[in-house]
């Protein structure tokens, strides 16, 4: 079936470091693949997307991969901000039109 | 315009007791979907709506959960009786069209069953 995996968190990192959340998928054929990110008090929001293989989804300095060769869509940032502060979700939509989310990950940035 | 808006933020209830979560989704969305994430576990598909219609209802885990949505408005979630395991989050997701990833996300009910 259909699965998504991200690393545990909580990511603590400070400010200005080097981002990257790890994301592997197991799925049938090559879904859709995309980065949710939830802020403090509000609703999940697409963050960005890849549709096929070897294209890049970017968004606010984020950048994700779609990886088929190692089914994985790894999100990185070069310079995080304490606004990224959040929990951020990876997923892909299943043959049957569904978002299948990964466990998340919350990311904490300290000043 | 207001986005997806959910009530109440947080809810604290015995084991056994019923509680009923209100989604209100953006105008003119007739699709709408609820969601769970529990024990910080991934975010889990409930079921979806077009319009008062249950398009699909696969992901209710027992027939203790009931989902309304009369008129094709807002849309409650009843949990009756609550069981401990029920405790997590609650998402509802809006979209104007049936494309997956044009869904807009409340900020989510928090349920905890004691």
């Known amino acids: 079936g259909n699965s998504v995996t991200q690393m545990e968190g909580p990511v603590t990192l400070s400010e200005e470091a080097f981002l990257t959340i790890n994301c592997t998928y197991t799925a049938t054929g090559y879904p859709s693949l995309f980065w949710y990110v939830q802020y403090p008090g509000e609703g999940l929001q697409l963050l960005l997307k890849?549709?096929?293989?070897?294209d890049k989804g970017s968004n606010k300095g984020f950048e994700a991969t779609y990886r088929k060769e190692t089914t994985s869509f790894h999100l990185e940032k070069g310079s995080v901000q304490v606004s990224d502060s959040a929990v951020y979700f990876c997923?892909?939509?299943?043959?049957?039109?569904?978002?299948?989310f990964g466990s998340g990950t919350r990311l904490s940035i300290r000043p | 315009e207001a986005g997806v808006t959910q009530f109440p933020s947080h809810s604290v209830i015995e084991k056994g007791q019923t509680v009923t979560l209100r989604c209100d989704p953006i105008?003119?969305?007739?699709?709408l979907y609820w969601y769970r994430r529990v024990m910080g576990k991934e975010i889990k598909f409930l079921l979806h709506?077009?319009?008062?219609?249950?398009?699909?209802e696969s992901g209710m885990p027992n027939n203790r959960f009931l989902a309304e949505r009369t008129g094709g408005t807002y849309s409650t979630l009843k949990v009756q009786p609550a069981e401990l395991e029920d405790s997590g989050v609650y998402f509802c997701a809006s979209s104007q069209g049936s494309r997956v990833e044009t869904q807009y996300f409340g900020p989510g009910t928090r349920l905890l069953v004691l």
């Open positions: 997923a892909l939509i299943s043959s049957a039109s569904k978002i299948i």
């Open positions: 890849a549709t096929k293989a070897d």
């Open positions: 709506f077009v319009k008062e219609s249950k398009q699909d």
């Open positions: 105008s003119g969305h007739d699709n």
